[in-house]
């Protein structure tokens, strides 16, 4: 350390003689580091708060936002009801499935013509069904897949029955299909 000049304080010092500092410079340090330290902890709080109010105001808009773009949705017909709907289209959906796959386990050839024949006068696909087969029709004609889910769900239809033409479903009875006849 003698290399940079920098003088060496031996611990020999006898601090017992040493003078003290004037009590009033170190009560002015002591105040001068309390006022600026309570000055820069005031600015720092000042800046957090405003922080937080911006943050707050910015939460407050995304909510309101949020609150009208549920309402846009609320709006829109069919999608309240649509959960429920799609719960019992695919509880419907197993079942037709389950059937179809017990049909097909059957390796016996008179017993299978049989029941072939049963689920025919009873079951049709569902591309010939009055009820999905307009559905289908909209699709061949051309109408854009995206409008034809949403005139589905408007009328209270699961638009995913669209991807299977072949599903068996069970056959309208004559009734069902004049009452839905004098509705249209």
Known sequence: MSDYNIPIIEPTIDYTQVPAIHQKRTIAFINHFIVHTVTFLNKFALSCEERLFNFENKLQRVEASLQLLESRLSSIPGLKETPDHQEDVRVQNEEVK????????????????????????DKQPIKEDPVYGKYFKMLHV??????????????GLDPSLLDDPQLLVPKAKPDALGESAKDD
């Open 142 to 155: 051309g109408v854009p897949r995206p409008a034809v889910n949403l005139k589905m769900q408007q009328e």
């Open 98 to 121: 389950n059937v179809e796959i017990s049909e097909q386990t059957v390796d016996e050839p008179d017993t299978n013509e049989i029941k072939v024949e049963e689920p025919e006068s």
